[in-house]
């Protein structure tokens, strides 16, 4: 029995495999003979981009596994590139790209623009791995006015190196532009390690002149290291045109400055109206800056019915932060604003023609300590004054105030 039967399962098994290799080959044949695109239509055939919010929308079926490049060709055949080697997989279902009337450049200025009005080919083409290129067209038209182009006039950063010490030279940069249409600005600055600190976020600016200010510092006001950094300037307006300018900037001589008062003696205690009384104090840089700072020069002479801005015709008036000087006040005289510590000096033992610009002004350098002393020769009809030292940077604050307390009395 099993002799008669085998022939006929050899028969039936040798069909079935036959069958199958049949309807595979059929298969294949069906697969590769399929188009690579189909389905190519964009929403409209006229579109107006400058004069509505709504984008174009082209879509496309993908039949074979393939790459995908949508473009533009103007009728000069310059081409607009959409899209470049997109992988694409096949599916029944339609791809589709939302086109805004900008395409990229290759223009290090205007990275993005917003195509002029004019009569355009619409370009979907397929590349299939090992087979020949496909294409299908579609005519476009592009209607409204041609607008003006967005740029970043006039860029002026200055002075390109910046010292961020607070010392009041070059402590920040000047960044001055125009634009000559509206558009959203950003402005930011690339540190050597790649850390982006933005400076200008999403600003809404007019067709003017513009300022902005960059003190050297994230925005948390830490500091940076000093380096070079790349600033960028881009607008952007309402129609998606983009462009960009760049340039570098320098950071030097970076840090805090900071100094402390380590001495400070005020004598003597008692003193006949008129008679004078002498403030000595030792102060250290304790940063790693230099530190500035200008006269009276140690051992100046005031009397209680002076303040360091009127002696001199002004000379000692207070200047814009940066500043350094050592001040004393006294109990009764306190009471904010620019009677605060009438009574200052430089922080510098030497005499002002050997300071660093003779007779102007003096640096402290880091982990110097200088001795400075002053006197005050006492008018005041009080019985008591309770006389104090402090550490000031004029135009900033009192880094260190109401130290070295001492009670003064005062006979008539």
Known sequence: MHDTIRPVSIIARALLIGMILLVSALLLVACTGSPALDAVTASSRNFAPSETDQPLTISYVVGRDATIDVYLLDASHTRYNLRIGQPRSASTDPYVLRFDGTVPTNDPVLLRRLLPPGDYTLVVAAQVNG????????PLTITGNELPIP???????????ISPNADAVNDVTEMTYRLPVSATVNIDISAPGGETIPVVTRDEEGPYEQHHVWNGKRPNGSLL?????????????????LVRRQGQITLEDVGQPEARIVYASIA?????????????????NTGTVPIRTYGPASD????????????????????????WRIGLDWDANSGGGPKRYPFRWALSQKPPEQWKIPGVEDWLMPDEEVEITGQVQILQRETKMGFYVGLIQDGVGFF???????IVEVGF
Request: proline share 6%; charged share 20%; no cysteine.
């Open 151 to 161: 740029d970043v006039q006039n860029l002026l950063v200055s002075p390109p190196t």
């Open 268 to 284: 003597p205690q008692q003193v006949m109206l008129g008679g004078v009384i002498t403030v000595t104090v030792r102060v250290r």
């Open 400 to 406: 260190q105030d109401r130290s070295a307390r001492t």
């Open 225 to 241: 290291p000093s380096g070079v950094y790349t600033y960028t300037v881009q607008a952007e307006d309402n129609y998606g045109n």
């Open 300 to 323: 100046f002479q005031y009397s209680t019915d002076q303040v360091f801005s009127s002696v001199a015709d002004g000379r000692y008036a207070a200047q814009a932060g940066g500043f």
């Open 131 to 138: 087979g020949s290129p496909e294409d299908r067209r579609v």
